[in-house]
């Protein structure tokens, strides 16, 4: 029932992109994407609904694949202040309330 | 306007010890949520709310038990502590608003070490 990310790390010069993927077997209402610096609460960076929509957040965008049950985060013209472990976490489609996150994927930005 | 806080930040028990860990927001949010995060496991739920006076199970509920009396108060105790339970515990709150508001917010954590 865990989505399951992709790649579990990446590390990157600054400028570079980078793509992490989230995969669900099951049908999704939501997805949600966060951002986690070490010894810091995870914050919120988008969500994105069931609809194939993609959204935009500064340098960050993500899509959604809703017959997928997919999406990406896409990280452009990489910063160091990027770096972090993102995470998806996930609303199945009845939408009860329950968000589950996926594992994780480290994100190192390097100068 | 403190958002998601939780009491204590830090704590050691000793196995069989109980405890209670407190989540408090001030956002009027429907849902709240315990987590815990253990090294390349990521978040996993424990317990949940969907509203004042209701709880459901997550993932990982056993050795947990959670209270909702108060909308803005989230309660999480351990009756009986065991090394395996030792982790960093994180609430969150998040709106009922389904929708481009659908935000989740998390407190700072709290750091349990049971020896």
């Known amino acids: 029932q865990q989505p399951v990310q992709s790649p579990q790390a990446v590390i990157l010069r600054e400028g570079e992109d980078a793509v992490i993927n989230c995969s669900s077997s099951?049908?999704?209402?939501?997805v949600h994407w966060y951002r986690q610096k070490h010894g810091e609460a995870p914050v919120f960076l988008m969500i994105?609904?069931?609809?194939?929509e993609q959204k935009g957040h500064e340098k960050i965008s993500a899509s959604f694949n809703e017959k997928k049950q997919q999406s990406s985060l896409y990280l452009t013209a990489s910063q160091l202040s990027y770096s972090g472990t993102y995470f998806c976490?996930?609303?199945?489609?009845?939408?009860?309330?329950?968000?589950?996150f996926g594992q994780g994927t480290t994100l190192q930005v390097k100068p | 306007n403190a958002g998601v806080t939780q009491t204590p930040k830090f704590r050691v028990l000793k196995t069989g010890q109980s405890m209670t860990l407190l989540c408090a927001q001030d956002?009027?949010?429907?849902?709240m949520y315990w987590y815990r995060q253990d090294p390349g496991m990521g978040l996993r739920l424990i317990h949940y709310?969907?509203?004042?006076?209701?709880?459901a199970k997550g993932e990982v509920p056993d050795g947990y038990n959670v209270s909702r009396l108060k909308k803005q108060n989230f309660l999480l105790g351990l009756e009986s502590a065991a090394p395996s339970q030792t982790s960093v515990y994180f609430c969150?709150?998040?709106?009922?608003?389904?929708?481009?508001?659908?935000?989740?917010?998390f407190g700072p954590g709290t750091r349990l070490t049971v020896l």
């Open positions: 969150a709150s998040r709106t009922a608003t389904a929708g481009v508001g659908d935000t989740q917010y």
């Open positions: 099951k049908a999704l209402y939501s």
């Open positions: 994105l609904l069931k609809g194939g």
């Open positions: 976490g996930t609303v199945g489609s009845s939408n009860t309330g329950k968000l589950i």
């Open positions: 956002m009027n949010h429907e849902y």
């Open positions: 709310s969907v509203g004042e006076g209701t709880t």
